[in-house]
């Protein structure tokens, strides 16, 4: 039983208590209510809101005054690697996750630590991807996502355990790095462990209890709709990873999560459409039914992930309004898609970023045609644009509702080539079966002068308003506020910075001690507004900087080392 | 499930238990297929062509991709795949260009260095054929094999611990335990 496994002195807790929860008022619990409509002040969830726009109402920081903006405090975490967690914000307290699975609980006014939970993780775990995107939360709890693959709950006030179950095995290669999703009393959380033979899927959890609700697989078992599109046994280690929060629409009660790619990396180790692997699936929240899905490409040989929920926009197109999602794609398609109760339809298409696979796409299903010289497979090397990064990796985009506007974090002019081998499926071994491309794997596009853009897009009209560009590849998400500004770092100069949300032009900027691939967030405390923002560069960031740096024969480092940064404007405190 | 209320051993209910102050003592207890590589003990490779069969000298070549091997005692038969921490990548080196401080670890130029790469715990698997490194796929560490496993490019912040070898019987034995750490260390 679930109740049993409440054990309060577990070892993996280290709990400080603090002189800063004394000065905070009383915690004001999560409620459904709430998560519905999430108070402007706060930053409740991954994305501020169930439709993944990632945008503030807060405008006491505007265009005008941004320049102003100053730190007011920042709090370094102790760790090294990828620091990709929002700090999530409720009525003064703020909730910030890090890599190796430790929760700091911190004033947010002041940035004093309230309690802080080191998870132990076990010396066999292997981390491919170093680091967790966040908390959820509800009633009086917080919850993590661990990357041993466990779903926790700890008590908001103290940290203190209050369950741990255990979504699946981790030597077998499940792990967790999403933020979990919070809604109609679920805890809901997907596994990560596209590269290691895993078979993905979403599962909730009573948020009170831990017992499991629902466990939905992202591959059809032998039998059920779509598994005539995995060949043989592939679907039992075909991957489809869920590792990005999902969307949730209330009204419909369907969350919408995002997958990622199948396995081994090259299709034609399992031929077929793979469904549902890089997709959007719709699952009802109350059942974890799938209700309806839309695969964006079919028999994925890029390692484009798809797994970046769609923001949920209602959207003109020729004159009607359609009650829709948008995504942009990793792999550099911008997606317009209708969503119904049980069906997702096509809208529209087309490239954000240079993309030479696709020859067409069905105007009436989506389907896009592929350059079969472009697609690698076993021992056949393929070039292919944009990189296996693809045009948008996890950083999420943003969307302003005032102006329309969609914010996409694009990474432009680079490519991979990728060659296939043979894969033997081992438990807890990579699954990926890529060989060794002779020409390293990763290029840049001749000519090219920049690489990272920060890009917005009218989502009514499809015209691409304006572009930003950055020598420096771009791993920042991206916060959208009613100031009219948008908020990322993402590049290997470090700098967080402030944009003009009409023009793009940088009205701000500050240099924080390592990248920023964080998640911005906004909140307000006694009528003060805030923005936030963890530093820690690592990762995939790292990773494509190692990349670049082959390619250039250069050594471009960028310093490692998490810190949790909160900027205001000039205030002088009420007598 | 977590192991508080399970009396049976299971690896996901040790590793939660490990430090927990009330596990009872006969839950430590370390099953022999767990142990790491002891002297004496077979190799046996893990992948290849050679899957499953004793590793003998003559089945490396030089300077061959690294396979991976787990030992196994030659008198109970226990193969050591309880833990992923045991396994060893073998290749065979020119001994006389091994650094003279690790040329006791090799036996008839076969080197063995643990899988577990130093910096997130990912299966060392890659290899570069031109510069002789041993490579991780998850953060692109390097390890030099005619140095130790000495680190030469990536994140890892140490040398892959390497297991000392010798041969009897014309297969290639253990001849101790790993010099060095095996896999990374949790850091804060």
Redesign the interface.
Known sequence: MFG??K?L???GMLAWGSAAARDLPPYHPVSDERLLNPEPRNWLMYRGSYDSHGYSSLDQIDAGNVGQLELVWSFAT????GHQAPPIVNDGYMYVTTP?N?VLALNAATGELIWRY?R?????????H?TNRGVALYGERVYMATVDAYLISLDALTGELIW???VE?Y?NGYYMTLAPLAADGKIMVGVSGGEWGIRGFVAAYDAMTGEEAWKTYTIPAPGEPGSESWPGDSWQTGGVPVWLTGSYDPELNLTYWGTGNGGPWTGDARPGDNLYATSVIALDAGSGELRAHHQYHWNDSWDWDEVSAPLLIDFERDGSTIRGMVHPGRNGYLWFLDRGPDAIGFVDAWPYVYQDVFTGIDPETGRPEYDMSKKPGIDYQADFCPSLWGGKDWPPAAFNPATRLLFIPANENVCSSLVGEEA?Y?P???F?G?G?ADNGGFLIREGAEHIGELQAWNVDTGEEVWTATFESHNWGPVLATAGELVFMGGTNDRYFRAFDAGSGEILWRYPTSSGITGVPVSFAIDGRQYIAVQSGWGVDA??EQ?SINRVRGASFYVPQGGSIWVFALPWEPAP | ??G??SGKLS??SL?GLV???TVAPQLRAQPPNRMRPQAGDELVFD?GPSLGEVVRPNLIELHARPVAALARDPASGVLRDG???NRVMLTRIDPEELAPRFQANAAGGIVAYSA?CTH????V??WDEEQLRMAC????SQFDIYDGGRVVG??APRPLAMLPLEIAGGAVRVAGPFRGRV??Q???
């Not at chain 1, 102790?78 to 690697?81: T, V």
């Open positions: 049993k496994m054990h002195l577990v070892c102790g760790l090294r690697e190796q430790h080191a132990f993780l076990p010396d066999d775990l292997q981390q491919m170093p741990e179950v255990p095995d030597y033997r081992v807890g071994r990579t990926t890529r060794e790292e990773r190692n | 499930m977590t508080a209320s690896r996901r590793l430090s927990a102050i992948d833990s992923r921490l577990v997130t715990g990912c299966d698997f890659n796929p998850c953060h692109e990536g994140p896999g990374f949790q850091a804060f």
